[in-house]
């Protein structure tokens, strides 16, 4: 997907507001990157100030200049493609499990996995909201102060933008032999497995289920497990974990290895993540 050949430009910038662990921030400036296809375990929150943008997401595509108060919310578990040019940008990665409990709060009620549009959508209010983190985050604030902004934000997405799920039409099935190997690969990530392994869980064929794995996930059994081996790399580099340590514990074959796969899916090396995105 990514062509090597194209550099990426401008800065990008994670750190997790105020050291919550569920919470992660990227900022990006005048940021441009070839098309690249990502993979979010968490609901993302893309917002996009300026510049121009490629981006496909389920059936939503955009492809033009944006303006300040674009956004999308992408659901846990899926994929996209994007291809940024000079865009400013803030993105809210939040923990499935703490944003349901925040729902569930607001609405007095349990939620189950909260759906929201799959299309662009077009949000001042929600925009600034998340700047505001984003420049005040850095900054000492007291506990309170932080609650009340993080209140303020959760508010605004949760109140305008979830959707009935019996009334969405957008809601995805997922095929359930796919969801017992993305459970098996779940519970597994770190390990060796084959194909072979996958389709006695299943009970398909191995090649219907590769063929039907990338058809409803987007990705590949591999790079799907990648993906998990990375998601849960980044929490243990935030909990300060050694790289060496990280690139083992999660099953990469090297040091080597994991920090190449880091770079080209972060954009940042997993040194500097350990940095600037550990949390207390």
């Known amino acids: 997907m990514r062509k090597h050949s194209e550099p990426v430009e401008g800065s990008l910038k994670v750190w997790r507001p105020w050291q919550f662990k569920q919470l992660e921030l ?31 997401y389920r059936n939503a595509c955009i492809n033009r200049k944006v303006v300040d108060g674009t956004f999308l919310i992408i659901e846990p578990g ?17 923990d499935p499990d703490w944003l349901q409990r925040n729902a569930a709060e607001l609405f007095q009620q349990d939620k189950s996995l909260l759906h929201f549009p799959s299309q662009i959508l077009f949000d001042p209010a929600l925009s600034k909201a998340l700047c505001d983190i984003s420049a005040k985050s850095l900054a ?8 009340e902004m ?30 017992r190997a993305k459970e098996y690969l779940q519970a597994h990530y770190a390990e060796e497995i084959a194909l072979q392994d ?9 090649f219907y289920l590769a063929r039907t794995f990338r058809q409803v996930v987007g990705l590949p059994p591999h790079a799907y497990q990648t993906r998990l081996r990375l998601a849960h790399a980044k929490t243990l580099l935030a909990q300060g974990c050694a790289v060496s340590y990280v690139a083992n514990e999660t099953g990469f074959f090297d040091q080597s290895h994991f920090a190449q796969q880091f770079k080209r899916n972060f954009l940042v090396t997993p040194k500097s993540y350990r940095k600037t995105a550990r949390f207390s």
């Open 78 to 94: 899926e994929t996209w493609i994007c291809q940024p040019k000079d865009v400013i940008f803030h993105h809210l990665s939040i």
């Open 140 to 147: 000492p604030a007291s506990r309170l102060q932080q609650d």
């Open 26 to 56: 990227f900022q990006g400036i005048a940021f441009s990157t070839p098309l690249l296809q990502h993979f979010t375990p968490t609901y993302t929150i893309a917002s996009m100030q300026s510049g121009t943008v490629h981006l496909k």
């Open 150 to 179: 993080l209140l303020h934000l959760l508010t605004r997405l949760l109140l305008s933008h979830v959707q009935d799920i019996n009334a969405s039409q957008e809601t995805r099935w997922e095929h359930p032999a796919i969801e």
């Open 198 to 206: 996958l389709a006695n869980v299943t009970h398909l064929s191995p």
